[in-house]
């Protein structure tokens, strides 16, 4: 059964109109990762909770937020998506930041702008 | 440049072993990851090293550290056509890992 669930699969949304992508998961994890995948590109970390505790990675624009509301959920919002947010999201989540924790991903969201 | 730099790619035969490489810059990373990412799918823990190992063998995957040069190397054994993905070294230093652009592994008849 998967563990960590992204919805949905594929997203299209228009330029500059708001989109939220969500993620869940069934692990009981305290950390929570967005990642924005490009093709061939690496997976580039654009924030992370540790429980609620948000860390925004310094070069993320302004147009990305993120919410986590319990342990379970947690959501990108692209506040207005241009033709660059066209990308894969990939969401995952670990045990604890400071041991061997491995990195448990979802599926992703694969994001379309028009 | 980049923290961990990978080819983009490598392509060998059914059966033979396949080696990816990588390197690294930082010296303080505590652990060494291997991720595999199928078509349209997120990406899947392979293996890890810890930096204080030299060598890490795990069924048909063999785990190579050098941590003098920072060079990481992953060798797959007896290749399938189901190992064809996308191959991602990742280095962890604090709590965040940083990942490379990936190997797209090609594995032909």
């Known amino acids: 059964d998967a563990m960590v669930i992204q919805n949905p699969r594929y997203q299209v949304t228009q330029f500059g109109k708001p989109v939220t992508l969500s993620c869940s998961q069934t692990?009981?994890?305290?950390?929570m990762y967005w990642y924005q995948q490009k093709s061939s590109q690496a997976p580039k970390l654009l924030f992370h909770?540790?429980?609620?505790?948000?860390?925004n990675e310094a070069d993320t624009p302004d147009n990305f937020q993120s919410r986590r509301p319990n342990t379970s959920f947690c959501f990108l919002d692209i506040r207005s998506p241009g033709l660059g947010d066209a990308a894969m999201y990939l969401c995952a989540t670990s045990g604890r930041q400071t041991t061997n924790e491995k990195l448990f991903f979802g599926s992703g969201t694969q994001l379309s702008v028009l | 440049g980049e923290d961990v730099e990978q080819s983009l790619f490598l392509s060998v035969r059914e059966g033979d072993s396949s080696v990816i490489n990588c390197t690294y810059t930082?010296?303080?990373?505590?652990?060494l990851y291997w991720y595999k990412q199928e078509p349209g799918a997120g990406l899947q823990l392979l293996t890890y090293i810890f930096s204080n190992m030299d060598m890490k063998q795990d069924q048909r995957l063999t785990v190579l550290l050098n941590k003098k040069d920072k060079h990481l190397s992953l060798r797959i054994a007896d290749t399938q056509t189901g190992d064809s993905a996308i191959y991602f070294c990742a280095e962890k230093r604090s709590y965040i890992p940083t990942f490379g652009r990936g190997t797209s592994l090609i594995v032909h008849p």
């Open positions: 930082d010296s303080s990373s505590t652990y």
């Open positions: 692990l009981n994890h305290n950390v």
């Open positions: 909770y540790y429980d609620k505790d948000f860390n």
